[in-house]
């Protein structure tokens, strides 16, 4: 073991910059650019930006005070009847108190009905709704949208929490740019000491998710309102007509109204909470399904957007190019550099292992400590996750790359997105007769 690690040191010490560029160009050329130089530049940019608006952000909260604009709230669900009583009690406590929460019962097979009745009768939620045939989240959340009144959409998950200001701090945007059609909270991982598959998630929901998101929205190409927490203006959902039917819905009804030249806009002082799988067999089925909608949304029902016709945005393009950019095309070129290293590096190829989890864990490290002052929650336990950070070399280099490869594969040639369960099969077998 000595050995090999004076030979280790003895071939890093021989390694040139030039050498040094060439074995690692993949990082170098892409990553370090994308999400280290860039993203540096652009939170700084939207650091000050922030600073230099603090007066109409003033200004707009006032007006929304004002205003106190009717919010609805639509929960759409299946057997989540356990969750709606905190849930209620939660939004009670809220600083925003105008508006009305709509629980739509997607054909539950527990007792959400009773739940929900009851707590209907007692004032707690102000309308159950339900299908009593299960037809999909998005037809949930349309029955539920049917028959809001607010002026503005919040689409919540049941089983999430929300800071006590959250509701307020998603509509304010609103009030600040006009060409808002839309606007992301910002979800965290709320059970982040219940496995290791947490605590990697929870890192990559503080850095990759909420930072890569912020920089997103500065730069006008965000893409996804999470589903557990998204604002949308009602009159704007009037026009596209609600959320299309099958998985990857979140995406999709984001690229719908940027479709209609509105901006969409994350919020990182709207905090929600979420529990996310807690196992890797779970982590892998859900990233199978959120993945699966890069191919079917950007590249099939979408794929306009590329089109230089008379409704081309430069904005969507963009935002459509960096995602199929760095998610598959990259993933496609990760595995010409795997080549590339085996083929051309063979004899050397323990030493690059090595070279690449030491590079990538110091390069995590870094990130996630000069990327700290631009997050929410900054006395989130921050010396907890820095143990954890060598591990996302395999979390997120390795794992969650493999998954992305089977997700694309499989919905390129197998369109297997329609054949998920997470959507009803009739509801899958419509929607794939009316290429949605």
């Known amino acids: 073991m000595v ?82 009583f905190k849930l209620a009690q939660s939004l009670r406590e809220q600083t925003y108190k105008n508006y009305e929460l709509i629980i739509i019962d997607d054909g539950s097979d527990d007792a959400t009905p009773e739940i929900c009745k009851n707590l209907e009768r007692n004032g707690m939620i102000t309308l159950f709704l339900r299908n009593d045939v299960r037809g999909g989240k998005a037809s949930a959340a349309n029955l539920g949208l049917r028959f809001a009144k607010g002026k ?29 059609g839309a606007v992301g909270g910002n979800v965290m991982v709320r059970n982040y000491k219940e496995s290791l598959c947490t605590t990697l998630q929870a890192i990559e929901y503080t850095d990759t998710i909420s930072v890569g998101r912020i920089v997103t929205s500065h730069l006008g190409i965000y893409r996804v309102i999470s589903g557990a927490f998204g604002a949308f203006r009602s009159d704007v959902m009037q026009r596209i007509g609600g959320w299309d039917i099958g998985p990857g819905l979140d995406g999709d009804i984001t690229v719908k109204i940027r479709k209609l030249g509105y901006k969409i806009h994350f919020e990182p002082l709207a905090v929600c909470l979420t529990s996310v799988p807690n196992t890797f067999r779970k982590l892998i089925k859900q990233r199978l399904r959120w993945d699966k909608s890069l191919i079917r949304f950007r590249l099939r029902k979408h794929r306009d957007v590329f089109l230089p016709n008379q409704s081309f945005k430069l904005g969507n393009f963009v935002s459509f190019a960096e995602n199929v950019t760095y998610n598959l095309v990259l993933n496609i070129f990760w595995y010409g550099y795997l080549f590339d290293m085996i083929f051309n590096y063979s004899s050397q190829l323990k030493y690059i292992i090595i070279m690449n989890f030491f590079l990538y864990t110091l390069n995590n490290y870094f990130k996630f400590i000069l990327f700290s002052p631009f997050r929410e929650r900054k006395h989130a336990p921050i010396h907890y996750f820095l143990i954890y950070i060598p591990l996302m070399v395999f979390y997120f280099g390795y794992l969650l790359r493999l998954v992305r490869s089977v997700a694309y594969l499989s919905e390129i040639f197998f369109k297997a997105s329609y054949k998920d369960p997470w959507n009803p099969a009739k509801t899958s077998r419509h929607a794939k007769e009316m290429g949605l």
């Not at 990082?27 to 650091?47: D, H, M, N, P, V």
């Not at 959409?153 to 959250?166: E, F, K, Q, T, V």
């Open 3 to 84: 050995e090999f690690w004076d030979d280790f040191f003895s071939y890093l010490a021989s390694v040139g910059y030039m050498k040094l560029v060439r074995i690692f160009w993949f990082y170098f050329l892409f990553e370090f650019f994308r999400y280290i130089f860039l993203e540096t530049l652009a939170l700084f940019s939207w650091k000050f930006k922030q600073r230099v608006n603090r007066k109409a952000l003033q200004e707009a909260r006032k007006l929304m005070w004002d205003e106190s604009p009717l919010v609805s709230i639509i929960v759409p669900g299946k057997n989540e009847g356990k969750h709606i």
């Open 152 to 180: 503005y959409i919040i689409h919540l998950d049941a089983d999430c929490s929300y800071d006590r200001d959250a509701i307020e701090n998603i509509i304010i945007p609103f009030y600040f740019d006009q060409r808002i």
